[in-house]
């Protein structure tokens, strides 16, 4: 198998940036591009660019290319050292959509031969290759996240038979959601991905953490909000009420002349994230109706003594 | 004996990602396509990284949200990548506006 050098091909320094590798290829493909070049050699040539190109752009094969070092030759006989690659991973993500069927020995010999995308179409079992990342998405009440709880969700799984037929597998899944978790925020299950082909490993499932609608409350990044129904002598006067939160309640004090809609915040007591959220609490004055004599005395009494005119700012 | 990853009645303990930031190579795989269109579109200020150098980049959760959706803009619609950016940003603004909404009660 013969050494190839990639920088020589795209005639580049082995410090090129990366910008320098994209330029370089845009300018070379110009020039080889089967379809524009009228050099004889210009399909070998531009398939020879698209290889260095894989290479070169993909920091982690690059990086792992510049590890077997500057001293080969074009051409030169190679072999790969023994753990040339260790602590590179090129299974999956690295490829690009380009064409790699018609790369070199020596690409294939050194980074395989995967393509991840058509890994479940047509292949021989024979191969082992990993199975793709899934993703769900899993509804969890709010409670959940404040005392942490356990779920059940239920997937479905495209597997490949024997027989290289698409099947779908459905299972359930019992998986631990951590006390503080926000909305939008995701699990990592490893290996309960989709399953590999051959011995190759199974891929990673990735869940969507979505909050449920609450009859009570509202979440917004860490925090929660309620509203809070008060008479309006509570706002006015000033009380000590019992306020219900998502893991119990507690004893809230709203200062004298609250208005409609005043917030109050306890600190720190929404969701049990590393910081902590705050819970907010939103004042709804709500006005008791004027149903019996004595209740119509009352407002009576109020308009004739307060003389107020809430409309005062409107000019009537 | 070993635990058997299939057994319906295990509790799977899983990370969260915003704990352990994905890696360039993981984002890739997580989302099923290469490290080029990631590139382009760090570049392009689609995602964000925490991170100056390519193989110190770091993916939050969000950034697997909007590769996911970028990549469905593009097969789905043959948006090209400014156009992504715009429909993403939009989508997001209306994903905040209306939970903003939601939280002051008119929604």
């Known amino acids: ?316 | 004996m070993p635990m058997n990853p299939h057994d319906p009645s295990l509790v799977h303990t899983g990370t969260i990602i915003e704990d352990e930031p994905l890696t360039l190579v993981q984002l890739c795989r997580a989302c099923g396509t290469h490290a080029e269109w990631v590139i382009s579109l760090v570049e392009e200020g689609i995602i964000e990284p925490d991170g100056k150098e390519i193989h110190l980049w770091r993916f939050s959760g969000v950034s697997l949200v909007r590769v996911r959706s970028a990549l469905n803009l593009q097969r789905d619609l043959g948006v090209n990548l400014a156009g992504i950016g715009l429909a993403l940003d939009l989508m997001e603004q209306l994903k905040t506006l209306r939970s903003r909404l939601n939280v002051t009660g008119h929604c």
């Open chain 1, 1 to 316: 198998m013969q050494y190839k050098d990639y920088y020589k091909i795209m005639d580049l320094s082995r410090d090129a940036s990366q910008d320098e590798v994209k330029r370089a290829y845009r300018k070379l493909a110009r020039k080889y591009h089967p379809d524009v070049s009228k050099e004889a050699d210009a399909e070998a040539k531009f398939k020879e660019l698209g290889e260095a190109y894989e290479v070169l752009k993909d920091p982690e094969k690059r990086a792992a290319y510049n590890q077997l070092g500057a001293n080969w030759k074009s051409g030169q006989d190679f072999k790969p050292p023994p753990n040339w690659d260790e602590g590179f991973e090129f299974k999956g993500g690295g490829f690009t959509g380009g064409d790699n069927s018609e790369f070199s020995d020596f690409f294939e010999q050194l980074f395989g031969r995967a393509g991840f995308q058509s890994a479940h179409a047509g292949r021989k079992t024979s191969e082992h290759l990993r199975g793709q990342d899934s993703h769900a998405k899993i509804h969890i009440d709010l409670e959940d996240s404040y005392r942490g709880a356990t779920r059940n969700i239920s997937l479905s799984t495209p597997e490949m038979s024997t027989q290289g037929e698409l099947l779908v597998k459905h299972r359930s899944l019992n998986v631990k959601i951590p006390k503080g978790i926000k909305p939008g925020q995701h699990i990592k299950l490893a290996g309960q991905g989709n399953p590999g082909l051959g011995s190759g490993e199974a891929g990673d499932l990735f869940l969507e953490i979505v909050f449920n609608n609450h009859p009570l409350y509202r979440v917004a990044e860490a925090d929660v909000y309620l509203d809070l129904p008060v008479t309006p002598w509570e706002a006015a006067l000033g009380a000590k009420i019992k306020v219900p939160i998502p893991d119990g309640s507690v004893e809230l004090k709203i200062p004298p002349n609250s208005r409609q809609g005043s917030k109050l915040r306890l600190t720190g007591r929404g969701l049990p994230t590393k910081v902590p959220g705050n819970f907010f609490v939103e004042l709804q004055i709500v006005l008791p109706l004027a149903s019996t004599d004595q209740a119509i005395e009352v407002y009576q009494n109020m308009q004739q003594t307060l003389g107020f005119n809430p409309r005062e700012s409107m000019g009537v």
